[in-house]
Nanobody
Framework: QVQLVESGGGLVQAGGSLRLSCAAS????????VGWFRQAPGKEREFVAA????????FYADSVKGRFTISRDNARNTVYLQMNSLKPEDTAVYYC?????????????????????WGQGTQVTVSS
């Protein structure tokens, strides 16, 4: 069992930066791949970024590539999402999710049903 708690959301002006954290409980967190998803008001939840259990493989949605960076610190049971050059269209609730089921491919990591555990989300608001 893994419990995930997101933090780091808030209000920021366009062009600014935020770093989200996803803290996990459980001694086997290092064996899980982790993804970030987001859901804007009135829209479906969408994939943002993902990272393999070792951190060796990362995946990004085209909309955030070059602006967002996902990383992890397994010693701290935490995954981070560094968000730079934020745009108003990045406004959403951001969720982290974990899966222990390989393979961790770009296609598979972008699909929500492949994840076993989800956090409650953290709000990110980008003002213009």
């Amino acid at each position: 069992q893994v419990q995930l708690v997101e933090s780091g959301g808030g209000l920021v002006q366009a062009g600014g930066s935020l770093r989200l954290s996803c803290a996990a409980s459980g001694r086997t967190f290092s064996s899980y791949a982790v993804g970030w998803f987001r859901q804007a008001p009135g829209k479906e939840r969408e994939f943002v970024a993902a990272i393999s259990w070792s951190g060796g493989n990362t995946f990004y949605a085209d909309s955030v590539k070059g602006r967002f960076t996902i990383s992890r610190d397994n010693a701290r049971n935490t995954v981070y999402l560094q968000m730079n050059s934020l745009k108003p269209e990045d406004t959403a609730v951001y969720y982290c999710a974990a899966t222990a089921k390989p393979p961790w491919t770009a296609q598979r990591m972008g699909i929500m049903p492949n994840y076993d555990y989800w956090g409650q989300g953290t709000q990110v608001t980008v003002s213009s």
